[in-house]
Structure formats: structure tokens, C-alpha cells
């Protein structure tokens, strides 16, 4: 993978050399040869929240097993079997998971089965040979039909297409219309990332080119013109 410049407003260098990204309820870490859109580190409070009461509806059980209402024993029981192994899993998955991983040594891009929030398994598989280009897309900057308004949210989206003409999404990043350059520089960093790696080329929206920006402050990002 070439050697991306990032401005400092896009991404943060990390202490083992990778550069993160803010995206939507997720971040995207971007290494020499791999590139990984996971979720949020704030996605971990539920599964942890889970495990934290599952675990003590089994303590209590342990504990008051011969002291508690047969009714609650079993509801709690039932509560602990369910819970608990679904919260660690997702636990897990929070922490060390990934939802996408485009990974250089293996020429494919994959994505990861989301059930409950999980990453279990492999929902999509793409081979770089059979990427077409990558997308990125924006919704709410055009008027709207009967009000003559634009939106006051920018949704912009980074879609990877195949050969085949199927469109499936990498990440999306929603800003205020007032910092809609800032989305597109944050969803355009992902892209030149997967781009780099997979030799394909990406597609901005019509209305946007890229320019040349002093080196002090990045190699070259989004205009709108």
C-alpha cells in the first residue's frame, strides 16, 4: 500500500502505527496492508451491561438457590442462560471484532455476518479482482421537490461495486450541512485507503473534485465546486 497523507482533523495516529477514523458509530483503522471498519468503542456498554447481570443472576442462584420462589429461580435461570453467552460473544466482537476487513495479503474484502450485533461468520466475501470501483455518495444536499429546501444533514456513504453491478456499503458518515466538507474528507480518507489497496478508483459525487492543498496541511482533499 502507498503511503497516505492524512490531515490531522481526518485522522488520529495510533501508537501501533495505524491511523483511525471517525465514522458513524464506528471507526475505520488504517494499516499498510489492511483496513478494518469496526464498531464504536461505545458499543461495548450494553454487552458488557449484559454481562454484568447475567453473571449475577447466576451468583444468585449459586447462592440463594434453596431461599428463592421457584418461579424466580427458573425466570432467573432462564435469564442467565440466555444473556450471558449472547453478551460475551457481543463483548468480544466490541472489542477485537471487525464489521469489514479489507485486507491487502489476502486480496479480498470482507464482511462479517452482523447478527445481533455480532461479527460471526462471513456474510459477503469480494476478491479485489472483482471490484469494479468505489462510490462515494451523499444525500440531502439537493432541494426538496415541493419545499425548495436542502436537508440540514449531509449523509455521505462509501459504496464498494462490483463487476456485477452489486453495491455494497463499506461505512456512512452523517454531518451537519455546515460540515459537510469534513464528512467528505473523513469518508474520502477511508476510501483512498481501500483504494490504495485494492487498485481500484473511487468516484466522487457530482459537484465535488479533488485539489491540490499545500503540503503543511494534507496532499490533496475535496472541493466542492
Given at each position: ?15 501501533d ?5 471517525l ?9 499498510t496492508e ?7 468503542r461505545?458499543?461495548v456498554?450494553l ?8 453473571g ?11 431461599n ?8 432467573l435461570?432462564?435469564?442467565s442462560?440466555l444473556?450471558l ?11 477485537m ?5 479489507v485486507d491487502?495479503?489476502?486480496?479480498a474484502a ?7 450485533g455480532?461479527?460471526?461468520?462471513t456474510?459477503e466475501?469480494v476478491p479485489f ?6 462510490a ?11 419545499r425548495e429546501?436542502?436537508d440540514t ?9 462490483k463487476?456485477s ?12 450541512a455546515g460540515?459537510?466538507?469534513d464528512?467528505?474528507d ?6 483512498t485507503a ?6 481500484v ?6 459537484g ?13 482533499g475535496?472541493?466542492?465546486?
Open positions: 500500500m502507498a503511503n497516505t497523507t492524512f490531515s490531522s482533523h481526518v485522522a488520529a495516529r495510533r501508537r502505527g495505524r491511523h483511525e477514523v465514522l458513524h458509530r464506528s471507526i475505520a483503522l488504517i494499516g489492511r483496513v478494518e471498519i469496526r464498531s464504536a461505545s458499543t456498554i454487552p458488557a451491561l449484559g454481562v454484568v447481570l447475567g449475577a443472576a447466576g451468583a444468585l442462584i449459586a447462592i440463594e438457590a434453596g428463592l420462589p421457584f418461579g424466580l429461580l427458573v425466570g435461570l432462564l435469564f442462560i444473556v453467552p449472547i453478551s460475551v460473544m457481543a463483548l468480544v466482537t466490541a472489542i471484532g471487525a464489521d469489514v476487513v491487502g495479503n489476502k486480496g470482507t464482511w462479517q455476518q452482523g447478527y445481533l455480532m461479527g460471526v461468520g456474510k466475501l479482482a472483482k471490484i469494479d470501483h468505489l462515494i455518495t451523499i444525500e440531502g444536499d439537493s432541494p426538496d421537490r415541493w429546501e436542502q444533514l449531509r449523509q455521505f456513504a462509501l459504496v464498494l461495486v463487476q453491478g452489486k453495491r455494497l456499503t463499506l461505512t456512512q458518515v452523517p454531518v451537519p460540515k459537510q466538507t464528512g467528505m473523513r469518508t474520502l480518507a477511508v476510501a481501500i483504494a490504495n489497496l485494492t487498485g478508483e473511487v468516484k466522487l459525487p457530482e465535488w473534485e479533488l485539489v491540490e492543498l499545500p503540503e503543511d496541511e494534507v496532499a490533496a475535496p472541493s466542492r465546486e
